[in-house]
């Protein structure tokens, strides 16, 4: 369930936090856009792979870095012993936190394809494509991890009752088509005010949740489940043959449609008081450099609905005693849901709630702040929080970041350290040369200085144009019209 091998920051902030970060600042803020150094953005390709848990890992002196990109990695084989019960038992290479806790889970990857941005005047309009998939796991049950990964026969946890609740699990892979504008509505003297939004057309290839109000249950032993009652809703729409088990299923690729939306609002406080400049080429427009900007933005708002191949079960107030579930084999998904249904209700439809399943994306607000020293030298703080609108949402994990950077036209580096779910401390590096931006939000799982429970890498390739630098070196402004704002 946990295991790593599945493999951007979730938030890249070395790819939206900066003046120069184009295009891909408005998956941060589409209101920023319109006030960046660029007045042209293209993007070539852009991408990167986060992963992070806090039930897995590998001890931070027990892997080399180089094995994570490995062919042929070489990791360690854990054991755990409990002489107290005569029992020990084989955890293969990756050794599991026991600490009473739930357990999380986040998967987000990112492949971003051509992307452009334009700013003429106030305004600001971007188009990307991107291919994006993400997971997340939240509040597992610790026993229910531990059974999941070690197997039914976990002897530690066997005649001991439990009572779980409010644990969750989504997953979408999914096509994005988003288009950005950006207007600057106040620029008075020393002060900018500027908002944002991009409306995003999805494209669901396929797409799962669960979630849990009540799961109380017995393992008796290596052998018998005594399932006391279980309040559980479950949808998916995978691209597999439910009769047959065959992948792809021969339906269409994309099985579901559906919206999003970002949205968001700059401060931006100048250092000047900045006059409006006629032009008569998009390179002679002006860049306002600023003391601090201010941003707020709501962000990845909406939503894939599957028809495809889809279905939805709910189980009620469900008991059942489970003897042999040690051998228990399905033949297929049809049949595995319908012997479900008749376990726990006596009918194999009882369950069954329709063929359409609803993804929702991974929504979240996010504060922004960016403070300007001298000498090339900037420090932002950002701040971003999950919005669960319904259950059947993928949960974005939560972080609060302070990126200092030193950027200059051709190069950039910046050091993200940040605070993952408010508990677990992370130090990032990103770089950016002329066109090419490398960077992770977790240094940490390439040093072996901590575990690796996860890692982060990102990149990003584009060619940008900047205002007041044009062919030939004109740098003149047209002066008609001059006015003190």
């Known amino acids: 369930m946990f295991l790593p091998a599945a493999l951007l920051g979730q938030e890249r902030f070395g790819l939206t936090t900066g003046n120069y970060s184009g295009i891909t600042g408005a998956r941060l803020n589409p209101s920023s856009i319109v006030n960046y150094q660029q007045y042209l953005d293209i993007q070539v390709a852009a991408g990167g792979v986060f992963l992070e848990n806090n039930y897995?890992?590998?001890?931070a002196q027990e892997y080399r870095a180089r094995d994570i990109f490995s062919l042929s990695p070489q990791f360690p084989t854990y054991t755990e012993e409990h002489p107290n019960l005569g029992y020990s038992v084989e955890l293969g290479a990756f050794n599991h936190y026991q600490n009473g806790g739930d357990k999380d889970l986040n998967?987000?990857?990112?492949?971003?394809?051509?992307?452009?941005?334009?700013v003429s005047g106030d305004y600001a309009y971007g188009i990307s494509i991107n291919a994006r998939t993400a997971v997340s796991l939240h509040k597992v049950p610790e026993s229910v991890a531990n059974f999941a990964y070690i197997g039914l026969g976990y002897v530690p946890q066997h005649n001991i009752d439990y009572y779980e609740d409010g644990f969750s699990a989504a997953g979408m892979a999914w096509m994005e088509t988003a288009f950005s504008v950006a207007k600057i509505f106040e620029d008075r003297y020393y002060t900018r005010i500027s908002g944002g939004i991009t409306l995003k057309y999805l494209s669901g290839a396929s797409g799962f949740y669960l979630y849990g109000n009540a799961l109380d249950y017995n393992m008796l032993n290596r052998s018998d489940l005594d399932i006391l009652n279980l309040n559980a809703t479950t949808g998916m729409s995978l691209p597999l043959g439910y009769s047959d088990n065959s992948f792809p299923d021969g339906g269409s690729f994309f099985k579901g449609r559906g919206v999003a939306f970002d949205v968001g609002?700059?401060?931006?406080?100048?250092?000047?008081?900045y006059y409006r400049r006629d032009y008569d080429r998009l390179c002679q427009q002006h860049y306002t450099t600023y003391v601090y900007r201010l941003g707020i933005s709501l962000l990845d708002?909406?939503?894939?609905?599957?028809?495809?191949?889809a279905m939805a079960h709910i189980y009620e107030d469900g008991s059942h005693y489970w003897p042999n579930i040690n051998a228990y084999q399905y033949e297929d998904m049809n049949f595995l849901m319908s012997d479900l249904s008749d376990r726990f209700f006596r009918d194999p439809g009882a369950t069954y709630n329709g063929d359409r399943v609803t993804v929702l994306t991974p929504a979240a607000i996010s504060l922004q702040g960016d403070y300007s020293f001298e000498n090339y030298l900037f420090l932002n703080g950002t701040w971003i929080h999950p919005v669960v609108i319904r259950q059947s949402a993928i949960r974005r994990p939560a972080q609060v970041a302070l990126v200092p950077r030193y950027e200059r036209k051709?190069?950039?580096?910046?050091?993200?350290?940040s605070l993952y779910q408010y508990k677990y401390p992370?130090?990032?590096?990103?770089?950016?040369?002329?066109?090419?931006?490398?960077?992770?939000?977790?240094l940490g799982a390439f040093t072996g200085l901590t575990d690796f429970s996860g890692m982060d890498i990102y990149f990003s390739l584009k060619f940008s144009f900047d205002k007041g630098d044009c062919p030939g070196g004109g740098r003149k402004y047209g002066c008609d019209n001059?006015?003190?704002q």
């Open 56 to 59: 897995l890992y590998i001890g």
């Open 426 to 442: 992370r130090l990032g590096l990103s770089i950016r040369a002329y066109a090419l931006t490398i960077g992770t939000e977790k």
């Open 301 to 309: 708002v909406g939503f894939v609905s599957f028809s495809d191949n």
């Open 265 to 273: 609002f700059t401060l931006l406080q100048k250092d000047k008081n």
């Open 107 to 118: 998967l987000d990857i990112w492949a971003g394809g051509p992307g452009f941005l334009l």
């Open 482 to 484: 001059v006015q003190f």
């Open 410 to 417: 051709h190069f950039e580096v910046a050091m993200p350290l």
